[in-house]
């Protein structure tokens, strides 16, 4: 198993309680586990009963468990406060109120969260010396076009550096005519920002797809269905496989004895998700990893400990 690993799915299928339930897998296993939460709602405290921040924090009554929540309002700030300062130092002050405008504007644009979030993602990935690090992912398609922003901002970064470069040179030479230039693209401040956010998503990329692993989690009904594949298939775009799907939130079966209204509805509503996990199982790559029933409470104490061992996913380190 990998070092880094993803839960994915639709908003409010369970991947906080998954990644949740796993992490603490994890953890009890001996490994040094890192679960890091993007969810707004801070579902993990609810999971854990405690309050969580930015910095990892380990878990009360877990050992070896820490937990960090990325508020994704507080991530976009950072993010755009990051590019305010760098973008300020390079241009003429009249152009700064245009540049906040420009960034205020930002912050509405569809995307901003997912964009910031992954930018922490990547700070983690970096900087976690964990054994195992659980992302809980944010529950928007949104998550997913930013596993393919390595790819596309490199090719865009890429152009922009060879303008850049082009434009520093025009410039020098029409300044100072022929002779050495004063100012070259080397030590270009715009071209070096350019290329660290280019390496930086580079490691993404290289890191997403060699040390990681990405598990969907679904709920056992049709929407869910077509949401995973449509991950699964944006995923193998990106040259990122699914190892394998987690169905949860299963009616349980009444007893044979029980009969009466409730009871029949169970069996109904029983026949037709064990047809959905039939589908899934038939008709998707990845192999159903658990089956995960819905409990009479929100998971958390000993429901995880629970949902924890029904899920077939191994915690062995990469050798
Ligand atoms: N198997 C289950 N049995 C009972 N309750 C469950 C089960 N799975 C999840 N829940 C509850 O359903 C709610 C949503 O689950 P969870 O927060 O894990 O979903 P999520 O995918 O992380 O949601 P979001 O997309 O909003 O982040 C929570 O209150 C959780 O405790
Ligand atoms: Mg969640």
Redesign the pocket.
Known sequence: MDRFVFFG?K????????SSAYAHKCAGAGLDTLLVST?P?H?TA?VFDQSFDDDPTPVDGYDSLEVMEIDPEEAVDEHLMGIKRQLGDQVSPAIVNEIDRQIELAHQTPGAHEAALFDRFIDVMRESDHDRVVF?TS?TGGTLRLLSLPEYLGGWIDRLLSKREASVDLYEKSAIGGREPRRTAVGDPIIARLRERKENFEFAGRTLREEATFYL?ANPDELSIRETRRSVASLAERDLPVAGLVV??LTPEPESHEEGRGARFLRDRVATERERVRELEETFDPPVVAT????V???KGDLLDE?ARELDIAVDLPA
Request: charged share 30%; no cysteine.
């Open positions: 799915g908003g409010g299928v369970g991947k906080t309680t998954v969810d709602a579902s609810d809980d529950p989690v949860n939130r995960i029933e819905t409990r409470a929100e998971v949902v």
